[in-house]
């Protein structure tokens, strides 16, 4: 007999506020919703007292990097440096402690502690230079590398900058350190030898235990490659992962013809918490390194509109045949013109391959030129935001609005005017790019740090947003995202209601408890 619980003594999510409520589970499913007290609990079921909290259907990360996540811990523990010289301390007394490791790696060291975020070689050279160090940014646009690791990776004397790429430079010509986007920092994540496959499954379970105690049951993971697809399988088998995930797999500009019938054969309906449903595209950079695409140039560098990875073309071609080949399009776009590029290549798709439920994917959004913004409901775009990064912090106030300047720092990150377009709204944390819980999230979207009060919004509509926008997001509409007799019992409890309480204060709310499919996780 399926196991049997029932939540009393608290108020539950109807898909706009919390009230009153018994929820009956049985097995994996919820059974009933009712009055307090109306029905019994069946012989033999578990009692959970919400204690006068909250239960709200599972939240539903719409993009986040799990594997990445999981793995940080492996590395020198660089994230959360405050200055360049505690990344240096860090990075030495790593190498100290793992004398015979032939590399140094370390991932989330922040833009904003070097002036006009450029980093330089001989800043780590002193930390250590008898071996490769490679630093990846907590955005994971911008690789600071010492000058050993150049030299491995053959840019110290590179003349011209690699297709996709471009490493920042002395006057005379000489690469600095700095390497922004995949076509510059690929040779240099070379340096730095895979984990095995052992060692990414305990990665994703770890990784998956630390999202499910925020609060998260379902997780889009935004960029797999193709050979860590086993790791995950592995990872989960049995439903030993504490959330599930779709995964999406990063088409290559260069090489994506060759990839598509690898992806084809890597294609996976849901069994143990894991799909393969998705193609992952970067179709631009990041607006604090100059790498966004815009449609104007950017405010402090005369003519430079960023550095698409795309083509148009090609993107539209390569968008058309793997939505031909059944996967839904996951497109990163940040700038104006990439966001263009990107909305243009969905409605190529779909002109080309006719009608189909699609529901391709467009997230960051930073800026989205007004014309643009009613093509997400037309075309079905769901817009996936990180209202995290709304906030006044010192990569906005440092490097984003000196590039931008006041009518375009102005517009970032119309979440509100997206809602109001009627186009589905899903929210994301981007973790470990930035932090992964959702009521801190949550509350970023209703306050924004104070900054573009237009642009809030309510946490109630912002827990829809992470849950029947996630769960529509992933073709899970019928199993997760609401509370409702049929549906997964994929539940959080919050110690109290968050639309009852001031917004800043809602990363103060304790999760009490995660349950995936009626299994508690945390
Ligand atoms: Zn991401």
Known sequence: MATRGVYVNGLVWNG??????DVHVAGELIEAVTTPGVLRPAPGSEIHDLEGGALLPGFGDAHAHPLIGGLEDRYAPIRGSRTVAEVRDRVRAYARAHPRQPFVYGEGFELTIAPGGVFRASWLDEAVADRPVVLRSNDIHTVWCNTAALRRAGLLHLAD???????????????????REWGAFLPALGLVPPPGPADKALALRRAAQRLAQTGVTWVQDAWVEPDDVPAYLDAARGGALAVRMNLALRADPHTWREQREHFRSLRHEQSDGISVRTVKFFVDGIVEGGTAAMLEAYANAAGCRGLPNWEPAELRAAVTAFDADGFQAHIHAMGDAGVRTALDA??????????????????????????????????GVVAVFQPLWARPDAVMTDLILPRLGDDRGGRQYAIADMLASGATVAFASDWPATRPEPLHILSAAATRGGRLPGQRVTVSRGVGCYTTGTAHLAFEERSQGTIRPGRRADLVHLGSDPTAIDPAALPAVPVRGTWLAGRRTT
């Open 16 to 21: 706009q506020r919390a009230r009153p409520a």
């Open 161 to 179: 900058d690699p297709a996709g790429g471009r490493l920042d430079r002395d006057p005379d010509g000489t690469p600095v350190g700095t390497l």
């Open 346 to 379: 969905v409605e190529a798709a779909a002109r080309a391959n006719g009608p189909r439920d699609r529901r391709p994917v467009l997230t960051h959004l930073q800026l989205v030129d007004p014309a643009d913004l009613p093509r997400f409901r037309e075309l």
